[in-house]
Structure formats: structure tokens, C-alpha cells
């Protein structure tokens, strides 16, 4: 009887503590992921640019943002050595804006 109970709490113990170890999306880790520099944490457009779906050329056209845009950065991602998109978000005031605007797309740098 407390040889099960001591079981079931090392099991359930074990079940609640080990997935905050693993990092989220540990998958990705393994692919061609790249990290910028801390210190960069937003980017001001200077030239017209598309907003993608998803970092690929091909991908659906989300939107085109003007000159002067600023963006967070939330990650990046390089395809190949000479092609890098980063995963941005629009800043937007989130009481007042539409709640169907698109704020989170692709861009490649």
C-alpha cells in the first residue's frame, strides 16, 4: 500500500515538473533557427514591405507596410544562408483597434 502510494506521487510529481524543463517548441530547435541579438527587440521599416503568412516567398500577401512602420520582433527564422525572415507584430492599441486586424505576419530581411 505505501510502496504504490510512493509510486504514484514520484509519477505524478514527475508528470507535473519535467515538461517545465522542455522547451517550448523544442522541435524547431533542431531546424535552421537563428536567434538575433538580444539587445534588438524592434525594427523601424524603411522601405515598403510585405507582410507574409508564413516565411516562405510563395506564401499569402497579409498585407504591405508603410515606411516608418515599427515592428516586434518575436523570432526568427533562416531558411538558407542567404535567406532570413523574422516573425514580427505590428504595434497596435488593443482597446481601440479593430479585433479583426492583422497584427503578426512574416517578413524577409
Keep these: 500500500m505505501i510502496n504504490n502510494i510512493l509510486k504514484n506521487f514520484c509519477l505524478i510529481t514527475f508528470a507535473l515538473i519535467a515538461p517545465i524543463t522542455l522547451p517550448a517548441g523544442g522541435i524547431q530547435k533542431s531546424l535552421n533557427q537563428d536567434k538575433l541579438p538580444n539587445d534588438i527587440n524592434e525594427i523601424i521599416l524603411t522601405s515598403n514591405t510585405s507582410l507574409y503568412s508564413c516565411p516562405e516567398i510563395h506564401a499569402r500577401e497579409l498585407l504591405v507596410l508603410d515606411v516608418g512602420t515599427t515592428l516586434s520582433i518575436l523570432r526568427n527564422w533562416r531558411v538558407s544562408k542567404s535567406e ?26
Design 84 to 109: 532570413t525572415w523574422v516573425r514580427v507584430e505590428l504595434a497596435s492599441n488593443k482597446f481601440f483597434d479593430d479585433p479583426n486586424k492583422i497584427l503578426k505576419g512574416w517578413i524577409k530581411i
